[in-house]
T-cell receptor, first 115, second 110 residues
Framework: GAGVSQSPSNKVTEKGKDVELRCDPI?????LYWYRQSLGQGLEFLIY????????KSGLPSDRFSAERTGGSVSTLTIQRTQQEDSAVYLC?????????????FGPGTRLTVT | DAKTTQPNSMESNEEEPVHLPCNHS???????IHWYRQLPSQGPEYVIH???SNVNNRMASLAIAEDRKSSTLILHRATLRDAAVYYC???????????FGKGTKLSVKP
């Protein structure tokens, strides 16, 4: 079946511009996660959704970052007034439920470059 | 969060078995042991997970020590495609998120 998809695959933007990154989870998966991976760094958790709600947004690196999920499916991560330090690969994952007995399936990521 | 310790890197020859170790001496009774891998320029990929008993799937086997303080991911016949960073993860954060460490970089020689 279809896996997690993300778009765009690559995004180059100028410093100060806003960007939107999209994630389409696996159908039926209620939990959705956003992570990011900077060059040579580990994977950093950003935010998670159970259904349409994000119980805790404290993992977002700054108030320029926001995320929403509509209809319990597609999620959008928005970065306002992008900075060079926002350059990274942004990864989305989904799972049947937010429970560690279930595995997470990752998308291919969106590579964001802020110039 | 319970921590894991993995070697930074390992080498294997193609078509030979690979045993990737993970120490997790502070594991709690409810912690699942997860393994993910990340191939170059790709997102992480689920490999296997278990709680107490050894687990097998089409990709690998997971051997869990009786005291659960360590585990070993076993790739039965390494291929060039198995060259990746392998992450051993114990549950994760309070929001169900995975907490990735540095993992073990596996190189496979032809």
């Amino acid at each position: 079946g279809a896996g997690v998809s993300q778009s765009p695959s690559n995004k180059v933007t100028e410093k100060g511009k806003d960007v939107e990154l999209r994630c389409d989870p696996i159908s039926g998966h209620t939990a959705l996660y956003w992570y990011r991976q900077s060059l040579g760094q580990g994977l950093e958790f950003l935010i998670y959704f159970q259904g349409n709600s994000a119980p805790d947004k404290s993992g977002l690196p700054s108030d320029r970052f926001s995320a929403e999920r509509t209809g319990g499916s597609v999620s959008t991560l928005t970065i306002q007034r992008t900075q060079q330090e926002d350059s990274a690969v942004y990864l989305c994952a989904s799972s049947l439920a937010a429970d560690f007995s279930y595995e997470q399936y990752f998308g291919p990521g969106t590579r964001l470059t802020v110039t | 969060d319970a921590k894991t310790t993995q070697p930074n890197s390992m080498e294997s020859n193609e078509e030979e078995p690979v045993h990737l170790p993970c120490n997790h001496s502070t594991i709690s009774g409810t912690d699942y042991i997860h393994w993910y891998r990340q191939l170059p320029s790709q997102g992480p990929e689920y490999v296997i997970h278990g709680l107490t008993s050894n687990v097998n799937n089409r990709m690998a086997s997971l051997a869990i020590a009786e005291d659960r303080k360590s585990s070993t991911l076993i790739l039965h016949r390494a291929t060039l495609r198995d060259a990746a960073v392998y992450y051993c993860i114990l549950n994760g954060g309070s929001q169900g998120n995975l907490i990735f460490g540095k993992g073990t970089k596996l190189s496979v020689k032809p």
